[in-house]
């Protein structure tokens, strides 16, 4: 399959929203093996939506559509790609079932009655979370694709148009992340490259971004098991020499394996924040159920908060100065014992854009860690703005500790 | 003028990055008043960047183009559109001087000279965080803008672009975003609708995302005095109305605010943080020189952290909850004595999945405001996922703090 995306809205067009959709759909259907040549934004316009559709289908035969499918006037995709089809449309009962359960059976107004209106040679997608279903339309070897816009409306909704555009291909595509941190893109390449270069199936597609990159193995095959059975082999080979670094697969991130691990080895977290001020805290809290582990931080930003919350020795700021080793572990140390937890870590740093020195620059991270009495330190030099510098520290933190627990079990 | 946009890039055709350049490049243009028309993704492929220009330039007499302007192989977009418009490259002097500068006189690679040929008539944009230049290319009537791929080098290029574009323009177009929090679009359109519908120049635009609102209001003239002497009493109409929701203008956001009048009115700050677990420090600290005034937090993310760090009455727990106003208010209170500050801000609430009851379901979020001495406290019920009400608690809390430093300075 050649598939050309068709994102329709004026505020996408205008740039009052970033167009999430398009990678989200891109994405998955790279995934599933379909190629990809070209994404178009179009705005609420009868004629720009039909040339968009008839540039595509010059060379695809498939064109996934989101937005415009909403109640007002100004919503007009499904009716243009129906023109482009020259399908008529009707009533769709099932759809308009769910309209009246929608609105708990108050009248429902002209408007919503057209978001129940299709081909009859469409298949309709339900929308668990809005009022427009979408479709899949169908014309001689041609098929158009019609999602709303919104993403918490889209995302489930592609997810059955996904297992139903599978079954027109011949066999099945799965694909498996490997994710990474620690490593940049191109070393990650080289130290693979001989085994990207053999593979056709699975293919292997590195992709980086945010400080991490992910390896993408995709087999086809004619069922899940001959596809799983390609994968594991060759990422057995990739493990043997990038295992260091792969945290884990698909939908894991460093923060929800770090919590699930943290949890698992029945471990207590506690964390003193410097220059990441609160960001290491909160991206952990972003896990739900890190409340099984966490237990609460402080964010000591200034000198007298490290002095005064924690307890430092004051002579290691005049020593060392606040950005240091020794700083360092004394917080990680301290907050261990001040909140009575198993485990914590600490974060002292320059995130610019002030404050930097010959000998320590802006992106001068030292990140301290206490696991179960034993205190240890790394260093960084991060580049990039205050933002980055920051993210980038809360990902080297998560790792350190991953790292830590997982020495710590496989010497048991 | 009308303009399309085309971004190059194989990685945003799968989806492995959000096209967020697209977004950046019409706010931008749409706010000087430039006709947007499509946008496209293609992949570093010479002949769908072909046929994405010759397509563009049907009905566009200014085409932008970002990515692709990379020292390898695949980088081939100003490649492309130099064919496109018959125009041969040659070394533009002033760009190989730089990228001499830029790796410190080490040789300078066949690869990365290609980056500083450009045809003799285009005008080159520097670029002071990467290697490739930029430009911009004539032919006839017709202009194509080439920027490269990463946000941190687009952004500030692109303002150069913008300043020389506008010289091209008839007159000029001035924009100014009046940016409100508390308040949902459709109830504002609905109190300034009036407005709205009388007013061609300046135009008025309503947008919407992340929990907050902003109206854009574009006007056109020959001088910017003149456009700015337009906006002005459409502004001041604006605000009799919606005064109390609006907290800044353009670039501002609220913790840039907060941070601002902090600052200027000598305060300092601390936290005592719930439910967002961090976030709320974390959004101050993304902000420079946020350490002129806060000073530390505190994350009591258990009870047992909220009754050991914060000294809180333990009966409060049993009696009300850990989510309750007087948790909030006991929280915040406690946080300014403990790290000795003017002003602080506590927030406690279910931020989901699971934790909600009847009386209080997820969403459910009190924050205290302890401000020189005085205590207060609000409730909300936010929608949404996890992240979602966290974020919400943010700017919700923010915007507490900053209608109380108003209130006490108009008081005054």
Request: glycine share 8%; with cysteine.
């Amino acid at each position: 399959m050649v598939c050309e995306i068709i994102c329709v809205g004026t505020e996408l067009l205008l740039g009052s929203i970033v167009n999430t959709n398009a990678a989200f759909i891109s994405e998955r259907l790279s995934g599933m093996g379909v190629s990809l040549y070209k994404q178009t934004v179009v705005g609420d316009n009868a004629i720009r939506i039909k040339d968009a559709l008839q540039a595509a289908f010059q060379s695809a035969d498939l064109v996934v559509m989101s937005g415009g499918l909403g109640p007002t006037q100004d919503d007009i995709t499904k009716e243009a790609a129906c023109n482009f089809f020259e399908q008529e449309m009707i009533l769709h009962e099932p759809s308009l079932e769910r309209l009246k359960t929608y609105f708990n059976d108050r009248p429902i107004s002209k408007f919503n009655l057209k978001q129940a209106m299709f081909p009859k040679e469409a298949i309709v997608i339900d929308n668990n979370n809005g009022t427009a279903p979408g479709a899949i339309l169908q014309k001689d070897k041609k098929r158009i694709v019609l999602l709303p816009g919104p993403p918490n409306e889209l995302h489930p909704m592609f997810e059955k148009v996904c297992k139903i555009l599978s079954g027109y291909q011949r066999g099945i595509f799965l694909s498996k992340e490997l994710k990474m941190f620690g490593i940049g893109e191109s070393y990650m390449v080289e130290i693979i490259e001989d085994i990207i270069d053999s593979q056709t199936n699975p293919t292997i597609a590195p992709y980086a971004g945010d400080g991490e990159v992910k390896l993408r193995l995709t087999a086809s095959a004619d069922t899940e098991a001959e596809a799983l059975s390609k994968i594991l082999p060759v990422e057995q080979q990739i493990r043997e020499r990038l295992g260091q670094y792969i945290y884990g697969t698909n939908d894991d991130t460093l923060e929800s394996v770090v919590v699930d691990k943290l949890v698992k080895c029945s471990l207590t977290l506690s964390l003193a924040e410097s220059c990441t001020g609160g960001l290491l805290a909160s991206t952990i809290v972003d896990i739900p159920g890190a409340s099984e582990t966490f237990r609460g931080g402080l964010i000591t930003y200034s000198n007298e908060e490290k002095i005064n919350r924690l307890q430092i020795d004051e002579k290691l700021f005049e020593q060392y100065g606040a950005v240091s080793s020794q700083v360092a572990e004394a917080m990680a140390s301290a907050v261990c014992t001040a909140i009575g937890t198993n485990v914590s870590l600490s974060t002292t740093g320059i995130a610019g854009p002030g404050g930097g020195t010959a000998e320590k620059p802006v992106g001068t991270v030292f990140i301290g860690l206490c696991y179960n009495g034993q205190t240890t330190w790394k260093q960084f030099f991060f580049k990039g703005n205050r933002k980055k510098i920051r993210t980038r520290t809360v990902k080297a933190a998560l790792k350190m500790l991953l790292d830590r627990i997982d020495s710590d079990n496989n010497s048991d």
